[in-house]
């Protein structure tokens, strides 16, 4: 890929892993969902990875949507 742009190198490639938040990886029906938590009940979407193309069309698995989660112990 090439890229094109009057911008500094460092802008344009600013989310280096170091600067990337935590991130959650939780299973969902055919993928995965990366989540950023924002509180103890709450996250926001970081990522969708499925095997399903009608999840990408789902509005509340869109990045930044927010997620309600419950935490389960076993």
Do not use: F
Not at 25 to 50: D, H, M, Q
Request: net charge negative.
């Amino acid at each position: 890929m090439i890229l094109y742009t009057p911008m500094p190198l460092e802008e344009v490639l600013d989310e280096t892993e170091e600067n990337r938040g935590e991130y959650l990886e939780i299973p969902y029906n055919n993928g995965i969902i990366e989540i950023e938590l924002t509180s103890a009940s709450t996250a926001k979407v970081a990522r969708l990875r499925s095997s399903n193309i009608n999840d990408y069309l789902d509005p509340r698995l869109q990045p930044g949507a927010e997620i309600r989660i419950q935490w389960m112990m076993d």
